[in-house]
């Protein structure tokens, strides 16, 4: 399955090259996608991944309890743990609350990146309860940031206050999302604070030709904080747009 490659720094090859092999399990595992197909919320906290993979190492009679010290061996080793490290945050109560946490703390700390006009915020997944959501799968049904399957107003004018306030020459901001619709279901909606027109613009993925358009928030977003405008897009007026909205805004590493 993997081919031997020769690392021309060391003259050494996958299947002699000594490395720590815990650090590079952990790396490996890191990098394996668990919920919303993203690894931003994986859990890396050591109690959590290390008993998976010792478990995986006392059960396997090549390993016969202990890690490897090559490359390849590791790399053999987790081909077989990607699909237990995934299923652990959703086999029990405790894998389930770890990853509803980080869920959680990603939505509450988000990503962004700034450009000379626009701040551009990655919210990643609503926070919620995880629930099963078929036979095997497991998802947020509901969130209690949700609101007829968008994001609550006051949460949208919290996170506008905030990078407003710490881009005070910001021409926008941008909130991406994804808001559980139900068992099954879930959108993508991005925010758009047009400083200049004193708005809320509200995109749907699913709808690339469509924005619905606040009313002016007379200069101040903390009236979205406070509860005294909307923006669900049942409470703002539809726009045709003359061109499909580009939605490759995933923030840069």
Known sequence: MFRKR?????????ATEEVDGWALAREILAEVPVFASRTDFNVFDPEFVDPIIQDELDRNRRFGGVMPTTRREV???????????????FKTPEGRARLEEAIREFYDDPLWFSDDEVVTVDLGYAPGTLERTGRVGWGIAKSEVEDRGELLSTEVGRFLERFAREHPDATYVDLQVVVPTGYTGKRTLRYRHARGEDRVWVFKRERPTDAWMSVPLGGDPGRLTRGEISVHTEDCRLVRLSDRIEWNIRVPD
């Open 6 to 14: 020769k690392d021309r720094k060391r003259g050494k090859t996958e």
């Open 75 to 89: 790399q053999r080793l987790c081909e077989r743990l990607k699909g237990r490290y995934r299923n652990a945050h």
